[in-house]
């Protein structure tokens, strides 16, 4: 099945730096890339998102950059905050299942942590 | 961005009842739903996916007989945690699939905090 890898798994920056974390996948299959940060006790929420037919998207402080012949995707936070802090989240859309649709394959997460 | 709730937020309940939970797109429909767990510090892990007007398709080692889906409209979606023991006590997190042309977008519920005793 599509195997989604994240790295790296923690991560603490000072802040005003900035964080990038990396995922790989290996469905050729897949087209839409989402990233999702998760705060203690709550549900993952979308904050960025790529899909295959773009190499780069950016929103205000965070970016997700993609190499679809490397099958890497990649989310960039600049200027980090503390508010940042949280779990972190890379997906994609894998196509292995037509019985099912098109299932969502999850990293493993990193926990980043913006030391003020 | 699109709006999924969750309902309840938190339960406590003996064990051998029954706990149902609610996951319901609040400004859009839609056909598909999933259905996750997620262990302390552990990654969101696919229970199954909830199909509006048809049955929900399990994944390897999900009871469906445990976990009942349905799936009865195209803003609704309630999973039944039957028979519930304590190791099932968990982080269960709905999401819901927003389809706009060809572009799908899944968006997620709060999640549950379920705690059996």
């Known amino acids: 099945g599509e195997n989604v890898e994240q790295h790296p798994s923690t991560l603490s920056v000072q802040e005003g730096d900035s964080a990038v974390i990396k995922c790989t996948y290996s469905?050729?299959?897949?087209?839409?890339f989402p990233w999702y940060k998760q705060e203690l006790g709550k549900g993952p929420q979308l904050i960025i998102d790529?899909?295959?037919?773009?190499g780069e998207k950016k929103d205000q402080r965070i970016a997700v950059t993609l190499n679809k012949t490397a099958k890497h995707f990649s989310l960039h936070i600049t200027e980090t905050q503390p508010e940042d802090s949280a779990v972190y989240f890379c997906?994609?859309?894998?196509?292995?299942?037509?019985?099912?649709?098109?299932?969502?394959?999850f990293g493993t997460g990193t926990s980043l942590t913006v030391i003020p | 961005g699109a709006v999924v709730s969750q309902h309840p937020s938190r339960v406590i309940c003996k064990s051998g009842t029954s706990v149902k939970i609610e996951c319901r797109s609040l400004?859009?429909?839609?056909?598909?739903m999933f259905w996750y767990r997620q262990f302390p510090k552990k990654s969101l892990m696919l229970m199954a996916t909830?199909?509006?007007?048809?049955?929900?398709?399990?994944e390897q080692g999900v009871e469906k007989d445990k976990f009942l889906i349905n799936h009865a409209s195209l803003t609704l979606s309630t999973l039944t945690v039957t028979s519930a023991h304590p190791e099932d006590s968990s982080f269960y997190i709905c999401?819901?699939?927003?389809?706009?042309?060809?572009?799908?977008?899944?968006?997620f519920g709060p999640g549950t905090r379920l705690l059996v005793l």
């Open positions: 909830s199909n509006e007007g048809s049955k929900a398709t399990y």
């Open positions: 999401s819901a699939i927003r389809t706009s042309g060809d572009q799908e977008t899944q968006y």
């Open positions: 997906a994609d859309r894998g196509n292995l299942n037509p019985n099912t649709g098109n299932q969502f394959y």
């Open positions: 790529i899909r295959s037919n773009v």
């Open positions: 400004d859009f429909q839609a056909t598909t």
């Open positions: 469905d050729s299959a897949s087209n839409y």
